[in-house]
């Protein structure tokens, strides 16, 4: 499944992922953590690897197509997470 998102949409993700996503992400679909960061639009191909995804100039940092969804959709899923925190009943 590709989908297709602006860079800074994809960015402002990233922006709002909570501290260790990157390396839960990682470890959960066993990646290096800089495979996920370059996913987000890093470039540490020395240590990660490209994620399948292709980007194209233009307005809002230019449109990127993701050949790969996993790792997008393990991310808004832990934004989904935050922001609807577990209550706790006290008895």
Known sequence: MTKTITFNDLRGIKDRLPDGSMHCIADEIG???ETVRNYFGGYNFKEGKSC???I???PNGGIV???DT???ERAL???DE???P???VEA
């Open 31 to 33: 990646v290096n953590v």
């Open 52 to 54: 399948g995804l292709h």
């Open 56 to 58: 194209e100039p233009g």
């Open 65 to 67: 197509v993701l050949s």
């Open 70 to 72: 996993t790792i997008l």
């Open 77 to 79: 899923k832990i934004l």
């Open 82 to 84: 935050v922001s609807s």
């Open 86 to 88: 577990v209550s706790v």
